[in-house]
């Protein structure tokens, strides 16, 4: 493309500023999925969506197989510490917001009150990020599927 380090540089920032840019739009759109599951009508179908469209999104061979914000963060080295707290920060907050929809479910009587909304979101938040795993080491998305499958038969209802 014929661009040098300090035109880029010039044009974007540093190194960390360019990533702060290509993940906010990486969360706008390739995985702005999250935010749609999270806006289903039962929590069940919040569960089933998320991880559906994971596996979806993991598994499309237009891009890297994984997740960004999950693949990046197991990278280690001494410069990667502040995109490790951003990344960190990132799988934080969808996993707050599942918390809060699951806490809604609870009050609307679509989760029974017993359920630990924060539990149920760092489980799908685990499968998420393992699927994420999984995938870059070969796992099919039949595979994912039957993951899937087998998380939503333990879904409270």
């Known amino acids: 493309m014929g661009i ?3 035109s880029l540089y010039a044009a ?3 190194k960390e500023e360019i990533f702060k840019k290509a993940l906010s739009r990486y969360v706008a759109g390739p995985v702005a999925f999250i935010q749609e599951a999270i806006n289903q009508p039962t929590a069940y179908e ?3 969506s998320f991880l559906i469209k994971a596996v979806e999104f993991f598994t499309n061979t237009k891009h890297p197989k994984g997740c960004l914000i999950v693949q990046a963060a197991l990278s280690d080295s001494a410069d990667s510490l502040m995109v490790k707290d951003l990344l960190a920060k990132y799988r934080y907050s969808y996993e707050h ?4 929809r699951f806490e809604k479910a609870k009050k609307e009587g679509d989760l029974p009150t017993d359920a ?3 539990t149920l979101a760092k489980f799908l938040s685990t499968l998420h990020q393992g699927m994420s795993v999984q995938v870059t080491s070969g796992a099919s998305k039949g595979e994912l599927m039957q993951i899937v499958e087998f998380a939503l038969k333990s879904w409270p209802r």
């Open 116 to 118: 630990n909304a924060e």
């Open 12 to 14: 974007f920032g540093n």
């Open 97 to 100: 917001l599942l918390a809060k």
């Open 46 to 48: 919040v569960a089933q």
């Open 4 to 6: 040098n380090k300090p």
